[in-house]
């Protein structure tokens, strides 16, 4: 019912906040096989991004790092909680932009390990890193459209 109303707003409504972009941009330095490169690609179509092979601006990841390391331990030894993380550094160049700025965006989510459900912890684990690449991407078009945003006069 909520969202019947907040749809009658005049301006569309998402219910998962995606800023909108509405740019065109080339995409370097990551594989679209990746999973972050598929969360990528979809984000920024989520954004409004069209991707081309010679744009005026220009996207460049440099870095992406996943990791997942130990955060507890129970009594007897047996870990009990990881930790994982996602950073992603990139550069964006071109369009509005006057010199390159290179940025970055660090993510990370804690997971309670139980020796007792292994299948579903590895599902966990597995859904945990969706919803990281996710907000990564998120971050990034944040950090974009703030790039890309035409100087205050």
Request: hydrophobic content about 40%.
């Amino acid at each position: 019912m909520l969202v019947f109303w907040l749809s009658a707003c005049g301006e569309p409504f998402h219910l998962r906040s995606v800023p909108e972009l509405a740019q065109t941009m080339t995409i370097q330095g990551v594989d679209t096989q990746s999973d972050f490169g598929q969360a990528l690609f979809e984000g920024l179509q989520d954004a409004h991004v069209t991707i081309q092979e010679q744009a005026p601006t220009l996207l460049t990841i440099t870095n992406v790092a996943e990791n997942r390391i130990v955060s507890g331990y129970s009594a007897s030894r047996q870990v009990r909680e990881f930790n994982h993380t996602l950073d992603v550094a990139f550069r964006i160049s071109g369009g509005t932009i006057g010199e390159a700025k290179s940025e970055s965006v660090h993510v990370e989510r804690s997971q309670i390990y139980d020796s007792n459900y292994v299948l579903g912890t590895s599902s966990e684990e597995d859904q945990i890193k969706q919803e990281l690449r996710r907000e990564a991407v998120r971050l990034m078009i944040l950090k974009l459209r703030a790039a890309l945003a035409p100087a205050a006069k």
